[in-house]
């Protein structure tokens, strides 16, 4: 994976969002440009929106990696069937 998002115009702020670990309640701070963040009490792995980012960003089967990426694709087109019926 990326150490950040290569995806994000190089000229915004990256703005920080607070999380809350379901493993052990600790509160994890998140940069929009880090695609995860590492809880500094149990190391339970927390993400940004890695579903949102991979329908359009160029760089998503880079940063993801190529089997995240397919999965995450294969269940798009399978929503997308959804929505049709």
């Not at 990256?14 to 379901?22: A, D, M, W």
């Not at 509160?27 to 890695?50: M, P």
């Not at 397919?70 to 019926?85: D, I, N, P, V, Y």
Request: hydrophobic content about 30%; some cysteine; glycine content about 8%.
């Amino acid at each position: 994976m990326f150490a950040g998002c290569h995806g994000m115009d190089k000229m915004k702020t990256p703005t920080i969002e607070e999380k809350i670990c379901p493993q052990c309640g600790n509160e994890i701070e998140i940069f929009s440009t880090d695609a995860q963040a590492v809880c500094e009490k149990c190391g339970f792995v927390v993400y940004n929106n890695l579903q949102s980012c991979v329908r359009w960003c160029k760089y998503a089967e880079l940063c993801v990696g190529p089997e995240l990426y397919g999965k995450l694709k294969a269940a798009f087109s399978e929503e997308k069937k959804r929505e049709r019926r």
